[in-house]
């Protein structure tokens, strides 16, 4: 299992079998109220308001008709995620700091928590920027799985903040930061021929648009909510020449290029982000999925794949190798830190959000 409660606000999903499985016949609120879920991840995308000098309470949950349980998540502006939970006369209470943004923003918040390893993680990731910051603490507290299901049907014992975009609930824990990639089934071209990306292996070679044939090093295979910023993005055919429509992630870069590209930045290749396209025919968000599987290629360098006639950019890490906390957070996190490589620079010129605009509106037309 994974992924067992998900809710955008307006449409609530929750199964202790895992989202998509065969619902079972239990009656979660009568016949499992002492069950619980004794590792797993509760995940809040909501905005970071910079301005806002009250402690912003992203998620307040409290439940007291059995025995009392209470939960809230609250960010301030200051830079800090508090997370405070209490059950009967136990309380769990962790804080982390991180680089305060000055603008508001987009993030997405993690709570983690296994039980029988007596840790807890909290993490912060800024959607727009890819940045995130994480923290370990000792002997959290277990969620209920009764307060899990309240938590993700909006029931009244909860009350999440008027800026969230979605909440989800894990019974593992789950991976953060890095980007997420390209979608099952993304064909991926290799000196032998195109192949589905959940196909390859590591050491197999793919074609790269610099570099010749380079050997897979890793592929992190991540499946998320297909909700806020995790919605993936379709690239449709015959658009870019493919001969078939290819799915990606919002943060996933692809390369574009023409007269345009180079009149503003100076650089006929450029990497755009896939969402920059939405609004445009050639690119639409995907509405309909619950739950999507991400994969992503790790190579010595960072470079770019062919799919179908589109390339795109392999998984960037730059030197996360040195910083053993946020790698141990990571999809990266069984590789040998030895065999990680370190990616000193991106394969082509990175827009910047303002030059990312401006390109897309041209595209556009």
Known sequence: MSWIG??????????????????DKVNVAAELPNAILPEGTLVVETRFLAFDETPQEILRFARHREWKRELSLTLHASGRFE????????????????????????????????GPGRWARLAVKFIATGEFHVAYFDDPLAMPLLDAMTIMRNGNKSRPSSETVF????????????AAGVCEGTPVETPSGSVPIERLRLGDHVVTATSGPQPVRWITRRTVPALGAFRPIRLRAPFFGLSGDV??????????????????????????????????????????LKLVTYYHVLLDQHECLLHDTVWSESLYIGQIAMDRTRLSATALAEMPVTALPTHRAFARYRLSDHEARSLAMVLHR
Do not use: C
């Open 247 to 288: 799915v990606m992630a919002q943060d996933h870069r692809i390369r574009v290029g023409g007269a345009e590209a180079e009149y503003m930045v100076g650089d006929d290749d450029v990497l755009l982000e896939t969402r920059r396209l939405v609004g445009s025919n050639a690119a639409w968000p995907e509405e309909k």
């Open 167 to 178: 909440m989800a609930v894990s019974d593992r824990v789950e991976p953060i930061g890095l």
């Open 83 to 114: 997370v405070e939970a209490h059950q009967g006369r136990s309380v769990f209470r962790a804080a982390m700091t991180f680089p305060a943004p000055v603008t508001d923003t987009a993030v997405r918040v993690y709570y983690s928590w296994n």
């Open 6 to 23: 998900l809710t955008d606000l307006k449409r609530a999903h929750f199964n202790p079998a895992g989202i998509g499985a065969p619902k």
